[in-house]
């Protein structure tokens, strides 16, 4: 009986170490693209839903599963204790050095993968914040974009590698903001506010096509910048 509570045990905490895992990849995934997980709560929220909403009936059960196999091998400890007892020879049977070291590794793969799970679930939301995994992809997809550029009709683009292009605005300056993204804010009694999000090369400082509230520009390599601008209608 303590050894099926142990590969019950065994088998939950591996399969919530792979969910947290795949819940993370998720994360990076869907925060690619600009328009995406892009304040703090909706990152939170999301990597909330995923490592636990989701696992939380297994965590449960995990809990119980926890609390069954101590309870039992106590039980079981004290059952066999008088048998221990009175089938004691006094000679310890010998390990080889081969199986002690086998032993160390099982029980060291545990904590290695634990410890690799709790470093996921708190760097992954950090980088996600920091736009790191976006600016990191969108470095490869710079050519794309270039080859883009030099086309005579540029509001025919729609996609770009991965990114969904819904609008590409161009002032005189030269300035081009490819809008990946938007999100409309306010209504009912108050002014509704879209928030676009994007991609723009040589972007002016001050204002941009899509509005100048709340007008951010983050940098991402040579003249490519990652854009942020909010417009009143």
Same mark, same amino acid.
């Given at each position: 009986?303590?050894?099926?509570?142990?590969?019950?045990?065994?088998?939950?905490?591996?399969?919530?170490?792979?969910?947290?895992?795949? !819940?993370?990849?998720? #994360?990076? @995934?869907?925060?690619?693209? /600009? !328009?995406?997980?892009?304040?703090?709560?909706?990152?939170?929220?999301?990597?909330?839903? %995923?490592?636990?909403?989701?696992?939380?009936?297994? $965590?449960?059960?995990?809990?119980?599963?926890?609390?069954?196999?101590?309870?039992?091998?106590?039980?079981?400890?004290?059952?066999?204790?008088?048998?221990?007892?009175?089938?004691?020879?006094?000679? *310890?049977?010998?390990?080889?050095? +081969?199986?002690?070291?086998?032993?160390?590794?099982?029980?060291?793969?545990?904590? #290695?993968?634990?410890?690799?799970?709790?470093?996921?679930?708190?760097?992954? /939301?950090?980088? *996600?914040?920091?736009? %790191?995994?976006?600016?990191?992809?969108?470095? @490869?997809?710079?050519? @794309?974009?270039?080859?883009?550029?030099?086309?005579?009709? #540029?509001?025919?683009?729609? +996609?770009?590698?991965?990114?969904? $292009?819904?609008?590409?605005? @161009?002032?005189?300056? !030269?300035?081009?903001?490819? +809008?990946?993204?938007? #999100?409309?804010?306010?209504?009912?009694?108050?002014?509704?506010?879209?928030?676009?999000?994007?991609?723009?090369?040589?972007? +002016?400082?001050?204002?941009?096509?899509?509005?100048?509230?709340?007008?951010?520009?983050?940098?991402?390599?040579?003249?490519?910048?990652?854009?942020?601008?909010?417009?009143?209608?």
């Amino acid at each position: 009986m303590q050894k099926f509570w142990a590969v019950i045990f065994k088998v939950l905490f591996y399969f919530c170490c792979g969910a947290t895992w795949v !819940g993370c990849a998720g #994360l990076i @995934q869907a925060s690619l693209v /600009p !328009g995406s997980l892009e304040e703090g709560a909706d990152i939170i929220l999301f990597f909330a839903f %995923v490592c636990v909403v989701l696992l939380q009936p297994f $965590i449960a059960f995990g809990v119980v599963a926890v609390l069954c196999i101590g309870i039992g091998s106590m039980v079981w400890r004290v059952a066999r204790a008088p048998a221990k007892r009175q089938s004691a020879v006094g000679v *310890v049977p010998a390990r080889s050095v +081969k199986a002690v070291r086998t032993t160390r590794k099982r029980r060291t793969v545990p904590y #290695l993968i634990l410890g690799l799970t709790l470093l996921c679930v708190v760097t992954v /939301p950090i980088l *996600v914040a920091e736009k %790191v995994p976006r600016h990191i992809a969108f470095r @490869q997809t710079i050519p @794309q974009f270039e080859h883009a550029l030099m086309q005579a009709d #540029l509001s025919i683009v729609s +996609k770009i590698g991965r990114y969904p $292009i819904k609008t590409v605005a @161009q002032d005189s300056d !030269g300035s081009i903001y490819f +809008k990946t993204g938007d #999100l409309i804010t306010g209504g009912w009694m108050d002014p509704e506010d879209r928030i676009s999000y994007g991609f723009a090369h040589q972007p +002016k400082p001050e204002q941009s096509p899509f509005g100048v509230r709340d007008y951010r520009l983050w940098p991402i390599a040579d003249d490519w910048y990652e854009f942020k601008a909010t417009d009143t209608f």
